[in-house]
Structure formats: C-alpha cells, structure tokens
C-alpha cells in the first residue's frame, strides 16, 4: 500500500520562504512521476510541480524561479522548496505519485494521472 505523508506547511508572510516534505513508502518500483499540487478554496487542484524517475521536472508558469522540487531517494522523500511566497500561493498543498512511469510527460499536471495522493499540508502566506 502506497502511503503519502506531506508535512511543513504553515503562516508566513510575503516574501517567506517554507519547504514541504513528502515521505512515501509502500512501493519499491523504480520508476515513478512524483508531484506537488495545490488547491485554494473554491479552485480547481492545479500542478505546481513534478519530478520523475530520471530528475526531469517541470513547473507550473506562476511558480517558476520561485519554487524548486527536488528528491531524496535515500529518504524516500518529496521535497517542495518555496521562495518568494505570493499570498496567491495560500493553498492546501498535496502530494502525489505515479508509479511505475519513468517519464510524467505532458500529463503531469493532471490530477487523474495520479495513482496516489497525501492528505495534504496547509499553507497561508499573508500579505
């Protein structure tokens, strides 16, 4: 059973800085596409971010340069690195995986091609 627990989530204001953690455990497959998404009240979930099996990645238009994911495969953990914080960024921020795909491709930020989600971390950047 696929397991995906995010945390480190919080308050900041503008211009913050907060980094996300996403453990997984559960599948051994080595290939996968892993990626962060995020949904405000009232909003659809959108893509923030993925990272595959090979370390491509790939970002959603209004967070580049400000975010960064990236992937401890001794940890087995997701991060989300998030600078220069927006109170457009408040959102509860979600972890997701696909395995057993070395490439997320042009449907990474789909939230239907996701075989597994978290519970989802909140985050609140106050102006």
């Known amino acids: 059973q696929v397991q995906l627990v995010e945390s480190g989530g919080g308050s900041v204001q503008s211009g913050g800085s907060l980094r996300l953690s996403c453990a997984a455990s559960?599948?051994?497959?080595?290939?996968?596409?892993m990626g962060w998404f995020r949904q405000a009240p009232g909003k659809q979930r959108e893509g923030v971010a993925t990272?595959?099996?090979?370390?491509?990645?790939r970002y959603a238009d209004s967070v580049k340069g400000r975010f960064t994911i990236s992937q401890d495969n001794a940890k087995n953990t997701l991060y989300l690195q998030m600078n220069s914080l927006k109170p457009e960024d408040t959102a509860m921020y979600y972890c997701a995986a696909r395995p057993r795909f070395s490439s997320c491709g042009s449907r990474w930020a789909l939230p239907g091609f996701y075989s597994y989600w978290g519970q989802g971390t909140q985050v609140t950047v106050s102006s």
């Open positions: 559960g599948y051994s497959d080595s290939r996968y596409c």
């Open positions: 990272i595959d099996s090979n370390g491509s990645t």
